[in-house]
């Protein structure tokens, strides 16, 4: 039964993310309630998200080629850095403390996503080049995504736009690249610490592939305000049971 519970959320999760992304929202919560502990469940979840950024930065090679390669060389370092330092945070995090700031990761990433389009206009409007800044800016959100990673696409795109980035599809390109690297960082330091619960890992990255591949249709079919509610929906229901989790009885 917790087998068919992970499945189900991987294959929802992949949906979700090819859609607009929120897949984190189900892949974690669901690992936690089969009782996993928090760290090896973030752990996990993060290595059964990780083909879709493969996915999509293949699929935004085109783009991905149009961009100075000294820039991107740059920018990934900056990335890697954050992704590195951000995996090793989680390693030293106890399960107590991780514990305690998920219902607060959960929020600011379903928030993030929410208010994404408001965001990324109010970065715009206040853009500037890359620049020291920008490389901390970088930084930031690459600690923070390799310590969670839930509304890590969100927060880079809002940093594009802070840049001065405007063509949606080169930002996105540069999102996915960007995201499989810093996944990739933090699968391999998970796994060299034995942190991956690799049965429930490997069963949950095929069930997050088929769903990425059925959320394409499902993409297509729905209004978007119908797809930001549902991602709403689910963000805000996880961050209050753990929250509840956190402040209730046991």
Known sequence: MEYLVLIAAAFCAGVLNTIAGGGTFLTFPALV?????????????????????????LGFRQ????FDRRRLWRLASITLAGGLIGSGLLLLSSNEAFSFVVPFLLLTATLAFLFGDRVRQWAAAR??????????GLFAVALYGGYFNGGLGIMLLALFALWGMSDLNHMNALKSGLSF?????????FAVAGMVAWPQAAIMMVAATAGGYAGAPVARALPKPVIRGVIA????????IFFWRLVGPG
Request: charged share 5%; aromatic share 8%.
């Open 127 to 136: 853009a500037r080049d890359a620049s020291t800044e920008g490389a901390l």
């Open 233 to 240: 929906t689910v963000g805000f229901g996880m961050s209050a």
């Open 181 to 189: 690297l810093l996944s990739a960082i933090s699968v391999a330091v």
């Open 33 to 57: 309630f089969t009782g996993m502990p928090p760290v090896i469940a973030n752990a996990t979840s993060t290595v059964a998200v990780f083909p879709g950024y493969l996915g999509g930065a």
């Open 63 to 66: 783009e991905l080629a149009g």
